[in-house]
């Protein structure tokens, strides 16, 4: 049965936005819905215009037999500043304090809606880039790297700093904790890596950048290399940090524990190399 | 600017396919889009035929003033079958055998389309009930329960094995792993739970129950109550199970270490009340 437009539509745009940055050939739609190339790709305007103007994404066409079409996630930065204030402003709340000046945010980080967007921006910032694999480290990166690979349609891994029977074989590494100074160990399971993997490395939280430096020196041991660093939350660092090509959405400016205070600003996913729609 | 139809049955999909199980009112499209109510009807009308053809899941219509419409994740038990099938054969690869029977699973659990599927149906095997919040453990029940909240649109907490300081006050228990008998403690955030929540208990594995029943338990601390529990493998457990009333996607009938087999077939996902499109 031949599908109509207003199917078509639909169907594709649930198919695209699951499938993100995967090469979708013409052919393929055409017979699925038993529609000539023609229509398909005036379908296509259709939803690259809609994806634009609603700050949704865009769609890369690539000519010729082996070409077709990708959908790569985007936002408007209007939006984004949108979604960064919120976040901000939730942050900042002073119910967050804990002692120490430690800040709880794990509703955010068990927030799917929340999770879903904060992962779509940061793969946004990515998105053009080859990218084979996410890394993070347990437990709280998890869900941050897990949303940003939904976005980048990639695996991500977990490093643990524990090893668990079921992970098979690991490779550790010692590594210094930038803010405390303390020496930790880090592991990952052999078969996790492929060599030669580019990798986006993500965490929800850096302040020295210990952590993420780690993950970087656990890297090299998989012979693989890092395509770029993506953290929720940056704090201010007074020190030299360890790490400094990396995106952060929102930034830690200031802790004020007796004052109740938190000041909250958005990141260098702003004021970088992001390319808004 | 008024918006066309096909511009905003593309928009409506990506907006509705964000926000399932919420009810969006017709007022929310009509000024979104500048269309009349009844433009947008149609709108859901199309959704809503090609949603159930593709697989994708239903709308509910809502009548009168406080109405609207919610999208319901469901699936078509032929290609949830497809999926799981699929599924059985890659946890079958006797590649996966570790030292102690174990399986290595990790690779699944990092795959970001794996995960989108596996929350998905197992999601829509709750969709229509009552549930506020999802709860697993740490580490490895974590995507999977990331993966559900994110199709039921509702948050998730994680129970875990240690303390965080950036967890706030705890709630602790003690509990007997099932297949091995061994005391554990499990903690959950204080803050995490409301009293009176109804809880989806969700987690990667379970043989006996034991870490399935602590949750049980630990739920009974802050006053709320088990909404439904869902698996993404259980395994074949000879003596009584501590849990009863559960879904599973997947279940290890049987691991040869020996002779390098492993049996995995349908979990009773398909054999229970799970209502397909």
Known sequence: MKFRRSERLVDMTHYLMNHPRKLVSLTYFSQKYLSAKSSISEDLVIIKETFENQGIGTLQTLPGAAGGVKYIPKVKKEQAEEFANQLCASIADSERLLPGGYLFMTDLLGDSQVLNEVGKHLASAFSDRDIDVIMTVATKGIPIAQAVAHHLNVPFVVVRRDSLVTEGSTVSINYVSGSSKRLQTMSLSKRSLKEGAKVLIVDDFMKAGGTVNGM?????????????????????????RLVEDYVSLIKLSDVDVKGKKINVVKGNFFFGKTEFL
């Open 216 to 240: 970087v020196n656990l890297l090299a041991e998989f012979n693989a290399s890092v395509a770029g660093i993506a953290v929720l939350v940056e704090s201010e660092f007074q020190e030299e």
